[in-house]
T-cell receptor, first 115, second 117 residues
Framework: KAGVTQTPRYLIKTRGQQVTLSCSPISGHRSVSWYQQTPGQGLQFLFEYFSETQRNKGNFPGRFSGRQFSNSRSEMNVSTLELGDSALYLC??????????????FGPGTRLTVL | GESVGLHLPTLSVQEGDNSIINCAYSNSASDYFIWYKQESGKGPQFIIDIRSNMDKRQGQRVTVLLNKTVKHLSLQIAATQPGDSAVYFCAENYYNAGGTSYGKLTFGQGTILTVHP
């Protein structure tokens, strides 16, 4: 099976712009979670989608949003970019997103740099 | 103000040694734990997992130990190889009927493992 794929791998934006990142989960996985990884805060949960519905959300401002399509592919959007949004954005997929043993598998990430 | 980065613990070993990486988790209700390995420029890679009703689980060259009494998790790597050099993260999850934990892993700060040939 192909793994989790994320596009693009690298992005450079300027403050105030918006950005959209894409994630394709492992075939058959219906849950997609997004994480932000920074040297200062480590890996932090952004949100989770299942069957096109956001079921869980981390402690991030409303500028961070996402969606999921009927084929389980997901996108996340960050509006009005700030310098502090520079990070590695990771997407993970799992069969159902809940329950013991529902392992998340990660993509390679999108490296976002905000200038 | 100036942000303070995480100061990750480091572990340096010689090739062929056994390595032990420790992790203290935060939620006594957590019922599922995972170890991930992250190499430079890559996403976290699944290594091994353990459920809270177990105290030990073995994989290929790796063993995870869980001590719920003190909320401690460890990863043992046998015969460590240079290719094992990476940052290792423990992650925890708990499942509740209310669903507020859906898809959310809580990660430890990570440990940098360096293996010298």
């Amino acid at each position: 099976k192909a793994g989790v794929t994320q596009t693009p791998r690298y992005l450079i934006k300027t403050r105030g712009q918006q950005v959209t990142l894409s994630c394709s989960p492992i075939s058959g996985h219906r849950s997609v979670s997004w994480y932000q990884q920074t040297p200062g805060q480590g890996l932090q949960f952004l949100f989770e989608y299942f069957s096109e519905t956001q079921r869980n959300k981390g402690n991030f401002p409303g500028r961070f949003s996402g969606r999921q399509f009927s084929n389980s592919r997901s996108e996340m959007n960050v509006s009005t970019l700030e310098l502090g949004d520079s990070a590695l954005y990771l997407c993970a997929s799992s069969p159902s997103g809940g329950g013991v043993g529902d392992t998340q598998y990660f993509g390679p990430g999108t490296r976002l740099t905000v200038l | 103000g100036e942000s303070v980065g995480l100061h990750l613990p480091t572990l340096s070993v010689q090739e062929g040694d056994n390595s032990i990486i420790n992790c203290a988790y935060s939620n006594s209700a957590s019922d599922y734990f995972i170890w991930y390995k992250q190499e430079s420029g890559k996403g976290p890679q699944f290594i091994i997992d353990i459920r809270s009703n177990m105290d030990k689980r073995q994989g290929q060259r790796v063993t995870v130990l869980l001590n719920k009494t003190v909320k401690h998790l460890s990863l043992q790597i046998a015969a460590t190889q240079p290719g094992d050099s990476a940052v290792y993260f423990c992650a925890e999850n708990y499942y509740n009927a209310g669903g507020t934990s859906y898809g959310k892993l809580t990660f430890g700060q990570g440990t940098i493992l360096t293996v010298h040939p």
